[in-house]
């Protein structure tokens, strides 16, 4: 009889799931479980201090609660739905964090034969057989459009590469970006991260940075777009013995200066990332250059597979070669002594030979022909609609700042902060008055995507507005 899977119960600061059976997955930092709802698996951390900072993954829940939840989007509809967002978190009693729940990685962005996820890897390279360009400037557009929102919460990915990036082209092209709880803001700059081979940002190998940025970010999209639009060979843009960095030398030289023009400004210059194109800026430009009257430029795209198209070469068969035979020498007796020619002639006679007659040539040789398959027929390329991209995005990127000390402590909310509040505004309602007010200040100037920033400034109003009342009937008292 098989045994049913072992069961465990997880508490999220939203709800509870239920866990089932081992692991499905492992990395570095956690395990990846299923759960007993097939929208979300459980991804739970090798230890406290592998997590990410509280306030860092709070703030990703917030976004990802209101995307997915709140708004109802479905996976890969729209940018913003195109990552996978942590939208619960799971805490030990303590408060402190050991996993978060995550979206599971639709079906259709897994590899059909291999079982795996469906990388860029399988985008970038000829050997994997990639679709046509068409399909994979949309993959990479939307790979762009995902960045860009991103970048408008003020948010660094930081470990942007092939692994981290599966992609589809069924039904219809989409990208989606996977290990993203571990995203941090863009201000302060992020002091440690990861980083993967060929995807490394040339300011981190020469520690200009300490660690990945959003301008790291941006220089992994232009790899993408060098790598996957245009498949070169090789593709590593590594560093030479005189110390400077390969430019990127494949550009072909026909391809639309506009388009080559981002990718050096992406690429050729590293170590300057002020130079790098935004994520949108990739976005508004290609579709300038290959959309026309709603529909991509099929010829102008077709250039870009020529390598994919190229037809292989067929194995040189050397012909084989015969050496003929050299004709047959004087017979001899079988047995006894041979025949002594009379001692007074010092050459014998020549003796009457059988005539033999030299052996035919060998028929010159042909190789065998080479069996070639027909071309499989293949249907039209459907057309995909061009992204419907607003080139001044939606999502308007974010402004403010970090919050301070005080602001944190507000936005943490819970007994830590309104009990205090309380006590301060009626019994000491001097202190509570000079505390709401540097609440308030530094709430304000947090940027608006911040979790908890309402609340700090709703609470921090009441706070001060209960505090001036004192106030003021202390001043009415001492007047009377």
Known sequence: MTTPPARRIAHGDHGTYTVVGGPISKGGVGAIYRLTDPRWVYKEYHSPDKAPSAVHLEQLVEIGRDVLIQQGLEIGARPESSV?????????????????????????????????????????MIRSQPPPATKRLIVLLRM????????????????????????????????????????????????????????????????????????????????????????????????????????????????????????????????????????AEWVKTLIEVYVAAGKYDETALARFDKALNAPKPQPVVTPVTFTPLPPPGPQWPPSGTRHQPPPHQQYPPPRPQPHHRPPPPPPPHRPAPVYQRPPVPQPPLPQYPPPQYVFQPHF?????????????????????????????????????????????????????????????????????????????????????
């Open 84 to 124: 996978n967002w942590p939208v619960d978190i799971v805490r030990l009693p303590n408060r402190q964090i050991i996993g978060c729940v995550l979206p599971a990685i639709p079906q259709r962005y897994f590899h059909p034969t291999l079982g795996t996820v469906n990388t860029l890897d399988f985008l970038v």
């Open 144 to 279: 762009a459009e995902i960045l860009a929102f991103v970048h408008s919460k003020g948010l660094v990915h930081g470990d942007i590469n092939a692994k981290n990036v599966a992609w589809t082209v069924d039904p219809t092209p989409e990208a989606y970006l996977i290990d993203c709880d571990g995203m941090m803001p863009q201000d302060p700059p992020p002091k440690v991260g990861v980083q993967a081979v060929y995807w490394t940002d040339p300011r981190v190998v020469d520690k200009v940075v300490p660690a990945h940025d959003h301008y790291s970010d941006w220089y992994c999209l232009a790899l993408a777009f060098y790598r996957g639009l245009l498949l070169i060979k090789g593709g590593a843009l590594g560093k030479q013995k005189d110390g400077t960095w390969s430019a990127p030398g494949q550009i072909p030289s026909d391809l639309d200066p506009r388009v080559a023009a981002l990718m050096r400004r992406g690429l050729t210059d590293p170590l300057d990332a002020s130079k790098r194109p935004e994520p």
């Open 396 to 480: 308007a990127p974010g402004s403010g700042k970090a919050p301070g000390a005080m602001a944190r402590w507000a936005m943490g909310g819970g007994v830590a902060w309104y009990l205090p509040l309380a006590l301060l505004s009626f019994c000491l309602w001097p202190v509570g008055g000079i505390v709401c007010a540097l609440v308030l200040a530094q709430s304000i100037r947090t940027y608006s995507g911040y979790p908890g920033r309402t609340a700090a400034i709703i609470s921090s109003c009441l706070g001060l507005g209960l505090s001036g009342f004192a106030l003021l009937s202390w001043l009415v008292g001492l007047a009377a």
